[in-house]
């Protein structure tokens, strides 16, 4: 028996919740494509003759594909992940595929329609493998949901510069219509890899969380060592001529880094083998068993003469506290998810608006195409560490001082104020560097904060549907700052340029802009309305105060605690189920 011990502890490990956290985030990392449009945007815009305008129609509906999720969390709700993984991986080959033969040719030119619809399907894949992975994760570390949101969408951050490196290393580098190609294909691979990794999993009830702090804490210190090493590559790539076999290298570093956590992984889940308590599979479980653990409670049958229930709309309305479980049209409807769809338009909208025209930023300050990606690659390292800095920054002082969520998203909003005025006066030289940096970071910090404050104040049954229903609005703000304010005042100036001797693109027929004009008027208003977000912010903090003030992950340790009780009670069914486990 004893030769059979590695064999079980293999098969534990891999259906562990640490393991599960690791193969979320290989997943992560390779779902960020929509980050690095302005790398391969001007490739759409030569290829197929856009102006500024049309380009910004299409980099909308990209948004609107990658934000609107609503459809992959009713998915989830009644699916199981991989399910949710799978059509995922189908719908960003489709979309970015047919993209690469539209750009290189092997296809008739499409309509514009059908570009943007092709991006709208290729982005919102990247809604389907959040969806899947990132609410298996919240709901396996519930106790730790800000570490673990910062890490999960602190690799989609990464996502951009790991991208660049691995298609300098297969490509070269010479042409962005082969990165369209490797977005095509890597993402839906790595889905169809772990695709039935992903799942819920009962935290074992030992398990304390000061201790899953610590080892979420270990695995940032190996995501840092990885944005290290991609700013260091980011510098050398810039200031020297690398040869292919340079790349190669690199990429292989990027790699292994992007797989030493698995020595983490193998180690906690050895531990909790040692323990002899390893996690319970909630997924296809007995269903006696899955009612002796039901946590929810028991339903109250009232007595005869007792006043009845309120009608369902009415209990639409009359919502439970804040951090218990909100049904979704409680949640809808609620005046904090106004606040949180206010701002989310008039913060994310901006910052989104920045990174989807860095590219041609960069190109009207005259920066070259070299310039342009290392201000990419940049707007990906720093949007790393604004989500990785506001997952464990604001997991902390949560605990430590109870200081709000929202109050840390409103310090966000201000300083993205500052990367949106470098843009608006960006003659100064080097500021558009500063720039890329400091949106990069504002956009990152974003992302987890939005989510983490989702979760605290309607609570984790729903959650794959209600942090896909708050994403959903920033496409608004992105189509209202980028596509009707910032492309329109663009094509104007480029248009009023012409008038007075101006020049057309070298590459296509689209008028060119040139000068720190072409976006200053479209980030001063930028920058007024993250101010407007700043102040609605502000109103949710002063809602929220006494809530956060209080103990909000008080329910779950409750839940956790009855739990705990119920699996002394079914020790018998628990060991069966483990044996399962191992021999599957």
């Known amino acids: 028996m004893s030769a059979l011990d590695p064999i079980r502890l293999a098969v534990h490990v891999s259906h562990g919740r640490w393991f599960t956290l690791f193969a979320s985030f290989l997943i992560m990392a390779a779902s960020g494509a929509t980050y690095i449009f302005s790398a391969y945007s001007e490739a759409i815009k030569s290829s197929l003759g856009y102006d500024q305008h049309t380009l910004n129609t299409i980099s909308f509906f990209k948004d609107l594909g990658a934000n609107v999720g609503v459809l992959p969390g009713l998915v989830n709700e009644v699916a199981p992940p991989s399910a949710v993984l799978a059509t995922g991986a189908a719908m960003n080959l489709f979309g970015y595929l047919m993209i690469y033969l539209a750009i290189t040719g092997h296809t008739a030119r499409p309509h514009l329609w059908q570009m943007c619809l092709y991006i709208c399907v290729g982005a919102n894949s990247q809604a389907f493998a959040n969806t899947g992975a990132l609410v298996a994760c919240v709901r396996n570390f519930p106790d730790s949901r800000g570490a673990v949101l910062g890490l999960l969408k602190g690799f989609v951050g990464l996502s951009g510069a790991i991208f660049t490196q691995l298609y300098l290393a297969f490509y070269g580098g010479g042409d962005p219509k082969s990165l369209v190609l490797l977005v095509a294909w890597l993402p839906a691979a790595v889905s169809l890899v772990f695709l039935r990794t992903i799942r819920y999993l009962n935290p074992p009830p030992h398990r304390h969380q000061s201790h899953e702090f610590k080892v979420l804490c270990t695995f940032l210190y190996t995501t840092i060592a990885l944005a290290g090493f991609l700013m260091a590559m980011i510098i050398l790539q810039r200031r020297s001529v690398f040869t292919q076999g340079a790349y190669t290298t690199s990429s292989v570093v990027v790699l292994f880094l992007l797989l030493l956590p698995v020595a983490i992984v193998v180690r906690e889940e050895a531990s909790d083998w040692n323990r002899g308590k390893p996690p319970v599979i909630k997924d296809g479980l007995p269903s006696e068993f899955s009612k002796s653990i039901d946590r929810t409670p028991p339903t109250v049958t009232p007595k005869k003469g007792s006043t009845p229930r309120s009608s369902s709309l009415a209990s639409i309305f009359t919502p439970p506290k804040r951090g218990e479980d909100y049904s979704i049209l409680q949640a809808v409807v609620s005046v904090d998810m106004l606040i949180i769809i206010v701002t989310t338009i008039c913060g994310v909208g901006g910052t989104l608006t920045a990174i989807d025209n860095m590219g041609q930023i960069g190109k009207s300050l005259g920066y070259n195409a070299e310039s342009v990606g290392t201000l990419v690659s940049l707007i990906s390292i720093w949007n790393y560490a604004g989500r990785a800095a506001a ?108 008038a007075n001797g101006g020049t057309l693109s070298s590459s296509s027929s689209s008028p060119e802009c040139v000068g720190t004009e072409c976006f200053r008027v479209s980030f001063i208003i930028i920058t007024a309305v993250t101010v407007v977000g700043t102040a609605v912010m502000l109103v949710l903090v002063w809602r929220t105060w006494d809530f956060y003030r209080g103990d909000i992950y008080g329910r779950c340790r409750v839940q956790r605690e009855g739990k705990k009780e119920l699996g002394e009670k079914d020790e018998e069914m628990v060991a069966i189920l483990e044996d399962r486990d191992r021999i599957d």
């Open 391 to 498: 997952g464990f920054v604001s997991e902390i002082l949560l605990v430590k001082y109870r200081l709000p969520r929202p109050l840390l998203l409103a310090l966000v909003f201000l300083l993205s104020c500052v990367g949106h005025l470098l843009i608006a006066f960006g003659g100064v030289p080097g500021s558009l560097y500063i720039a890329s940096v400091v949106t990069g970071f504002c956009f990152g910090a974003q992302v987890p904060l939005f989510f983490a404050i989702i979760s605290e104040l309607f609570g984790l049954k729903h959650y794959s549907t209600l942090h896909n229903f708050g994403g959903a609005a920033s496409p608004i703000g992105s189509y209202i700052l980028n596509v009707k304010v910032t492309g329109q005042l663009y094509d104007r100036e480029a248009a009023r340029q012409i």
